[in-house]
């Protein structure tokens, strides 16, 4: 058995290979106990493209993300976010009134007054693309919705993200 370092590109287990080779498709996603930890490189890929643009306006971009998950994988699979953790962490898990996970006691965004963020929110693969978040909308002097993102393995979609530029932190 062969297993690569980001198993988003790379099934790690040669049974499954032989499962799929044998049935000329991939496995069905229940049944495929391999899917839940693929593609996520590449949805950091996309989330870090964004913010890369939007860094070309003049300002420091962070990333917020809307969900503990999400904001723990960006943070894993962007190389730039885990060498800054010790100096100055870039991604971020969005602002709350109340604890509702780990995050909460970590240092937040706040101190970063007047830059820009990317805020990332994981949809459901067929599911609706969600509004702005109002308290994210009253942190940010505006926030553009830039629309819905999809991150495919083997022609299907595994993943969905939705991201907003958020500009002039208040």
């Not at 229940?30 to 493209?49: N, Q």
């Not at 996970?101 to 007054?113: M, S």
């Not at 949809?123 to 693309?129: A, E, Q, S």
Request: aromatic fraction near 10%; include cysteine; glycine fraction near 6%.
């Amino acid at each position: 058995t062969r297993c690569s370092r980001d198993w988003s590109s790379d099934v790690c287990s040669s049974d499954l290979k032989l499962a799929q080779k044998i049935a000329g498709k991939p496995l069905p996603e229940p049944v495929d106990p391999i899917t839940r930890v693929r593609g996520w490189s590449e949805m950091a890929h996309l989330v870090e493209v964004e913010r890369q643009k939007l860094a070309t306006e003049g300002k420091p971009v962070f990333i917020i993300g809307s969900h503990y998950g999400i904001t723990s994988l960006i943070s894993f699979y962007i190389p730039e976010s885990r060498a800054a953790v010790p100096k100055q962490p870039f991604v971020y898990y969005q602002s709350a009134e109340h604890a509702d996970n780990q995050f909460y006691f970590w240092e937040n965004y706040a101190q970063r007054r007047g830059q820009n963020a990317i805020y990332a929110v994981l949809l459901r693969i067929n599911g609706p693309d969600q509004p702005v978040p109002e308290r994210l909308a009253r942190e940010f002097q505006s926030v553009t919705n830039l629309g819905r993102r999809e991150v495919f393995d083997q022609g299907r979609v595994i993943h969905a993200i939705q991201l907003f530029a958020c500009r002039d932190l208040r």
